[in-house]
């Protein structure tokens, strides 16, 4: 059964929509991140009763990009997406209240349009706009019907309250997902913290393990004097031995100490409290702490690369 005729409802010009910032519309659209993702029940729902209610064939969730009118939901219809130059939804979303195009085929804005000349064959249209909380149109709930008809007054309400739900489920959806990726950048912050904690952790420790054949030497950095690359091995030069182990300076660099140790040419490391003195290119550093007999300083080339980073970190006066 039809639904009783209301007082005729004269087509809306065009010079009575609102005129909108296409700019700032679309960048509200972007906002939402909902382009092209994959259809979700809520809104499938939505249409659903929208068409049942209207008693339509046909109702979209329709959303306008710059080029093409996307639709988030659909009833009725089988294309994903049209040309905005042939959307009526594109007139519906700047309007101030539900759009009717009571029989297309009469009106000369759409009477050559393709959908309406061809499939779907449209000829009855409302829509009622889709607004974000700052007023910005970014599509329609629509109703679309293959004869001519007007809604009933009462089906016009149920349509103004249908759009307000899918906006408020597009912006649970849109908080959602700017909750998720503050999540995710919180994670990234503490993962980034740990590892930060972890280098710190790493460049503070007071000892070192040295594989030696087949056990394991505790070096105390504090007894290290400096450390000498020799090709594919590195010697560690403590206060009482040498221990040669398997490795690159490089390995070794990030086990030591940052504020204890100093590169100061590509083959040496040394630990800063055994400079004794710096003699032109060369650095000397203390002997054996607490002995009888005191021993020679030993001498360290300094690589020019390296000298003005080394001065850097002494106390120079």
């Not at 679309?26 to 809104?43: G, I």
């Not at 969730?61 to 997406?81: H, P, Y």
């Not at 912006?171 to 995710?184: C, D, F, K, S």
Request: net charge neutral; aromatic share 6%.
């Amino acid at each position: 059964m039809k639904p009783p005729k209301n007082p005729t409802i004269p087509a809306i010009p065009d010079d009575a929509l609102r005129q909108v910032n296409e700019a700032e519309r679309l960048e509200a659209l972007h906002s939402y991140h909902v382009l092209d993702t994959p259809s979700e029940q809520v809104f499938t729902d939505i249409a659903q009763l929208s068409a049942f209610i209207c008693g339509t064939p046909i109702s979209l969730v329709s959303l306008i990009d710059d080029e093409r009118q996307w639709f988030k939901a659909r009833v009725g219809l089988d294309t994903q997406e049209t040309a905005r130059e042939h959307a009526f939804c594109q007139y519906a979303m700047r309007a101030n209240d539900v759009y009717e195009v009571r029989d297309a085929t009469t009106d000369a804005r759409f009477a050559d349009n393709p959908l309406v000349t061809g499939d779907p064959n449209i000829r009855f249209y409302a829509g009622a706009p889709l607004l974000s909380p700052e007023g910005q149109p970014l599509g329609t709930l629509c109703a679309i019907d293959t004869i001519p008809r007007e809604l009933t007054t009462d089906q016009r309400d149920a349509l103004r309250i249908l759009a307000r739900q899918v906006m408020a489920h597009l912006e649970l959806r849109r908080i959602r997902l700017q909750l998720e990726n503050e999540r995710q950048k919180l994670e990234g912050v503490l993962r980034m913290a740990n590892h930060t904690g972890d280098a710190m952790y790493a460049n503070n420790r007071t000892e070192i393990f040295v594989k030696q054949e087949q056990r394991l030497v505790r070096v105390p950095t504090a007894d290290l004097q400096y450390v000498e690359a020799l090709g594919d091995y590195v010697n560690l030069h403590t206060t009482r031995e040498r221990l040669t182990m398997y490795g690159t300076m490089k390995d070794l660099e990030t086990k030591l100490p940052v504020r204890d140790f100093a590169r100061v040419h590509r083959k040496y490391i040394v630990r800063l409290d055994r400079i004794v003195a710096i003699e032109a290119d060369v650095a000397l550093l203390d002997g054996v702490r607490g002995g009888a007999v005191p021993s020679a300083a030993v001498r360290v080339p300094i690589g020019s690369s390296y000298k003005a980073g080394l001065l850097a970190r002494l106390n120079l006066v």
